[in-house]
């Protein structure tokens, strides 16, 4: 065991880990492009980008000038009561390319946090303006975050029973498939006709964490549209979604009603930087505005708007002007259109489903669809060994390489799974 690991033992309390059992973590000592490097000098493809986030590849060189340059200016610099070039660079530029009504720009840390502002913000709108609306409506699995507010309006279960009495009320409606669309906006009718509900939050188009699941864009436009009769504010939660994941640079991109509130993080700073982005209208914004403090969103983090994060941020996006993001899109689409149809040779294979740079399917195992399912960690150990890093949900396995990645690496990805499905499972890894 390297000394790294063993002061990590005793000292590091990791994520969504259960240490009593788990193995030691891999110690990468270094990253760069599509490629991470351990400490033995051992490669690996990031076919998850890093926790959904690295959508440039790492050590790229342009967001790296970037940073510096950003750090030889200014650091970090209080955000109340002082602006700085890069925050309102990135504000005004992060404005041009979503739905023309979103305006407004708040920033803070991460995804739970930019979710939990807009929450915030839809609560209190309805309470400046006096109005008695306090009731959410959200989707069964989703995931929002580990905040509190977040974790509320997420799936309820096991990642976040014991926190259960503290979370508000929340009214879930099912996950849409071709069959349940009619009888779900029959029930989201129903609820938001009493008048009652605040908001609505939802992951536009793709469920990260609940599998990658996928659903269409006209249903979300349904759903939206009954929310505006009804004056239900709209969140799209494009944490996961954002930069280029969908196929187009946002998913609200696929739709024709524009919400009330996008969040923003991951992808972002292409992991580089931790920031998160909630973005409104003029007409929440104006919601806040009065003679009086206690009217104001009284809302901030120590980190908030960044100098280096919102440098990234903009560089980020100057990336996305250029013709290899573009591009990468474009080919990681086509080419999961391809192992889709490797993949549906597989009888045990089921649910193969794409949208843009997301490839995700589930393994039948027996045990229906869940993130404790064995073949999680016989999966990833199978992949660690062939050099690529895949984190399953459960029995779902999934791709969403960086943009960046050549049709060599992807290969490898898309190879070393049909090896798994062919040899791999069951086999002592
Ligand atoms: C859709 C969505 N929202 C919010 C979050 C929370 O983001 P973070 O982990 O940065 O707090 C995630 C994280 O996976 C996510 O996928």
């Given amino acids: 065991m390297s000394s790294i690991i063993e002061k990590d033992k005793k000292h590091v309390w990791h994520p969504f880990t259960q240490h009593f059992t788990a193995e030691n973590p891999l110690e990468i000592v270094r990253a760069e492009g599509v490629r991470l490097y351990d400490v033995d000098g051992k490669e690996y493809i990031d076919a998850n980008s890093s926790w959904w986030v690295n959508v440039h590849g790492h050590k790229n060189a342009y967001i790296g000038k970037a940073m510096m340059d950003q750090f030889n200016q200014i650091d970090h610099i209080v955000f109340a009561g002082v602006t700085h070039p890069k925050a309102v660079e990135l504000a005004e530029r992060i404005t041009k390319v979503l739905p023309q009504n979103l305006e407004k720009v708040f920033f803070s840390d991460n995804g739970s946090t930019s979710v939990e502002v807009a929450l915030k913000m839809i609560v209190q709108y309805w309470h400046n303006k006096g109005e008695n609306k306090q009731r959410f409506l959200a989707m069964h699995g989703s995931y929002h975050g580990d905040t509190f507010g977040a974790m509320s309006v997420g799936q309820r279960g096991y990642f976040n029973a014991p926190f259960e009495p503290f979370f508000f009320d929340v009214d879930y409606i099912d996950f849409p498939t071709k069959e349940n669309e ?16 605040a908001g609505m939050i939802v992951e536009p188009l793709v469920q990260g964490a609940a599998g990658m699941r996928m659903y ?54 292409s992991g580089v930087m931790a920031l998160g982005l909630t973005v409104t209208s003029d007409k929440i914004y104006n919601a806040f505005l009065g003679e009086e403090t206690t009217k104001a969103l009284l809302h901030g983090h120590s980190f ?77 150990a199978y992949f660690l060994k062939q050099g690529i890093l895949i984190r399953p949900l459960g029995n779902v396995i999934f791709v969403n390489a960086p943009l960046v990645i050549s049709k060599a690496d992807y290969d490898k990805i898309t190879q070393s799974i049909l090896n798994f499905l062919f040899e791999g499972i069951n086999q002592p890894s």
């Avoid at 009619?182 to 509900?197: D, M, N, P, R, Y």
């Avoid at 990468?328 to 740079?357: A, P, S, Y």
């Avoid at 997301?358 to 999966?379: R, V």
């Fill in 182 to 197: 009619e009888a779900i906006l029959s029930h989201a009718k129903l609820l938001f006709e009493t008048g009652e509900f």
């Fill in 216 to 269: 269409s864009a006209s249903f979300l436009d349904q759903l939206a549209t009954l929310a505006q009769e009804n004056d239900v504010l709209i969140v799209y939660d494009e944490v996961m979604t954002g930069f280029g994941r969908t196929g187009k640079l946002f998913a609200t991109d696929h739709c024709k009603v524009k919400p009330d509130f996008i969040t923003l993080s991951k992808g972002l700073t």
């Fill in 304 to 380: 908030t708007a960044n100098p280096i994060a919102c440098a990234i941020a903009c560089a980020n996006l100057d990336l996305f002007e250029q013709p290899l993001a573009i591009q990468g899109m474009k080919n990681l689409e086509d080419w999961n259109r391809t192992f889709k149809h490797q993949l549906e040779k597989f009888e045990f294979v089921k649910n193969i489903r794409q949208q843009g740079t997301i490839i995700a399917f589930e393994i039948e195992t027996g045990e229906g669809n869940t993130y404790f399912s064995d073949i999680k960690a016989q999966a990833y």
